[in-house]
């Protein structure tokens, strides 16, 4: 079993910035593949990143969120990070952590965390 427990969330102006944390904790090692996704109210839940914690150069974006999200892992910590730029009102969702052996990495789930995007 795998538990994530996800943090940094919070309530941001427009244009501002926010980091996301995800802690693992279990069966860590055989987690190849992190990543979050996110969903906002009414609407299904979307991919935004990934990345190999063995090779931190394989990430993998969302078109719209290239540039702007920077998906990152310090595995001494197994720990995976989301800084999030230029932040806009669409980006308002709850954020969730996931992890799994392949991609894509969504075998596990942490319990989210609330970004809010004021305009």
């Known amino acids: 079993q795998v538990q994530l427990v996800e943090s940094g969330g919070g309530l941001v102006q427009a244009g501002g910035s926010l980091r996301l944390s995800c802690v693992a904790s279990?069966?860590?090692?055989?987690?190849?593949?992190m990543g979050w996704f996110r969903q906002a109210p009414g609407k299904e839940r979307e991919f935004v990143a990934s990345?190999?914690?063995?090779?931190?150069?394989?990430?993998y974006y969302q078109d719209s969120m290239k540039g702007r999200f920077t998906i990152s892992t310090d595995n001494a910590k197994n720990t995976v990070y989301l800084q999030m730029n230029s932040l806009k009102p669409e980006d308002t969702a709850v954020y969730y952590c996931a992890a799994a052996p392949t991609l894509p990495p969504d075998d596990y789930w942490g319990q989210g965390t609330q970004v809010t995007v004021s305009s």
């Open positions: 279990g069966r860590t090692f055989s987690m190849s593949f």
């Open positions: 990345i190999n914690r063995w090779n931190g150069d394989k990430t």
